[in-house]
């Protein structure tokens, strides 16, 4: 299906595909892709990000306005980064006690599109490890 949405989510590229980093205000997004960054993430959006379902796949843009290629750092401010768009293969869902060992992905549709959901706890120790094995083991592959 085709149609587009507006979500107040962060999203980096990581690989080529896009991670979606939900939570709360203050959960630790922002902070999570600043360290994916700094280990080759390319920035898609800090607290917006614009998604297109593009067939069986759905896009991450970043948005357009005066957020666009900003992302906040605490204690500095706002900082831009070149931005991309990535298909998207995982959203890691802030938790502050995730499960250990989960048994399940869950999977959130958006629009029309499945898309496997990690619960995560973005200030655990290695979280910008951890972020890119969850992507590496449960996210969507990319596409031919």
Known sequence: ???T???NMTAVAVGGR???LA???GSGKSTLALALIDRGAQLIGDDGVLL???GDHLIAQPPEGQTRGLLEVHGVGLVSFAVTAAPVALILESHDAP???PETVERRTLLDIAIPVVPFDYRAPSAVLRAELA???HGLPLSP
């Open 23 to 25: 939570g709360p205000p």
């Open 1 to 3: 299906m085709s149609g």
């Open 52 to 54: 297109e379902g593009n």
């Open 5 to 7: 949405s507006v979500l």
């Open 18 to 20: 896009a991670l979606l």
């Open 99 to 101: 499960p250990r060992l």
């Open 135 to 137: 992507l590496r083991h």
